[in-house]
């Protein structure tokens, strides 16, 4: 039990990369790395040592998400934060400008492509650890993943969200 | 131009490389010829690059406090601080226990009280390099915040004429908001505790009360806005002077 502390703790930074994009607010993602935490030290028992740690703290943090949407009446506006404003700026201001532009599209995908795109994308979970992660099979990861690229591409592109895909077969 | 089949999910295993190489080449192949697609994926190479740009300083962030908080970084109940936390728990729960019979002496507010004035005293008072917050060489400021946080104006007794001298004092967290402690030594670095916290407007004035199991004893009462514990490791006549001179400073 005393282990969970220094196993969990060099993820704490990718869960909060992780929380921070997926609720694009810093305190509410914060919020969210904490429930997460404090979870899995209430339910360090059901993780089965050598499996993925990394994997499991996602699955938590999922649940831990989903509950608290599901608390929400209504939808969260994402506000214009100004850490991320204040983020060093990694190329030019027009890139910037693109950047604050990906964080509002991200929000107006729904939170089930959401969370299969970052963790996907950004998290670099296999498509099978994110299946078993968020408990879906891998073909809806699959699905979700075009669907969340594709509007997030048309969103980021101004143009009209399509909402079936070719099928290239 | 290829036979081969692609698929939607060839194009996403491309996008995030995990696609065996062999692949990757029927893949380009495939979006060579058609200007579209190749666009299309490409877009989705640079969702993913812009998330990474987005989201990545947050790995560099030094992450807060409360997400270092005992529940998650149990490292080892050895560790000074969670032993710390681990007495906490354990003298909450002993005295908690020992003056469980407080609880029947008076109104149970009062009684939780006093049982937090005596963890914290047993907390604090055999502190050697840290017993307190704001030292006695700054009294004035000591008071002044004290009463500021406490939204109280607070008095601290000076009981030098019965061998104790004021060590300073710590602002610490009551059942309903801060809560003042000033702790006070004498020549055999004995120590006493003066923990006061703000009352609620319309709380009667108490008589004092006592209670002592083991070596800590405590004497507390209400006294207009301000409730007053006073705690140590001494017997009910030494411990019943010094409030009565506390009481007395306190109402000239």
């Not at chain 1, 994997?55 to 608390?71: E, K, S, Y």
């Not at chain 2, 061998?163 to 020549?187: C, E, H, I, K, S």
């Amino acid at each position: 039990m005393e282990k969970l502390g220094t196993q969990v703790i060099p993820h704490i930074p990718r869960l909060r990369r992780y929380a921070r994009a997926l609720t694009g607010e810093r305190a509410a993602a914060d919020d969210l790395v904490q429930d997460t935490l404090e979870r899995a030290c209430n339910k360090f028992h059901l993780w089965r040592r050598g499996s993925d740690l990394r994997a499991w703290l996602f699955t938590i943090m999922h649940n831990v998400f989903i509950n608290q949407v599901r608390g929400r009446a209504v939808i969260p506006t994402v506000p214009l934060n100004d850490e991320i404003m204040e983020l060093p700026a990694h190329s030019a201001h027009v890139d910037r400008l693109e950047i604050r532009d990906l964080d509002a599209a991200l929000a107006r995908l729904p939170d089930e492509q959401r969370e299969v795109l970052l963790l996907v994308a950004l998290e670099q979970l296999s498509y099978e650890e994110t299946a078993k992660a968020l408990g879906i099979p891998i073909g809806t990861v699959m699905s979700r993943l075009s669907r969340a690229r594709e509007r997030l591409r048309c969103i980021m592109a101004g143009l009209p969200e399509v909402t079936t895909l070719k099928v290239v077969k | 131009m290829s036979m081969v089949l692609i698929t939607e999910a060839d194009f996403h295993a491309y996008v995030d490389g995990v696609l065996p190489e062999a692949r990757c080449v029927e893949v380009e192949a495939y979006l060579a010829a058609r200007p579209q697609e190749a666009e299309r994926v490409q877009a989705y190479r640079q969702q993913n690059e812009a998330l990474h740009r987005l989201f990545d300083p947050v790995l560099d962030e030094p992450v807060p406090e409360r997400l270092q908080a005992p529940p998650p970084v149990r490292r080892s109940l050895f560790q000074p601080r969670y032993a710390a936390v681990v007495a906490w728990i354990v003298l909450g729960g002993v005295i908690g226990w020992q003056l469980g019979s407080m609880k029947q002496a008076g109104p149970a507010g009062n009684a939780a009280f006093a049982r937090r004035a005596a963890i914290a005293h047993v907390v604090y008072s055999p502190e050697v390099r840290h017993p307190v917050e704001v030292g006695a060489d700054q009294e004035t400021h000591l008071v002044n915040w004290l009463s500021k946080r406490l939204g109280a104006q607070l008095k601290v007794p000076h009981l030098g004429n019965l061998g104790y001298t004021l060590v300073g004092g710590r602002l610490l967290p009551g059942d309903n908001g801060p809560v003042a402690q000033f702790m006070y030594q004498d020549a055999k670095g004995l120590r006493l505790t003066l923990y006061v916290r703000a009352n609620e407007k319309g709380a009667r004035e108490t008589a004092f009360r006592f209670a002592q199991e083991n070596n800590i004893g405590v004497f507390y009462w209400i006294d207009g806005r301000l409730g007053y514990a006073l705690s140590a490791e001494t017997d009910k006549a030494e411990l019943l002077r010094v409030a009565t001179a506390v009481y007395r400073q306190l109402n000239p």
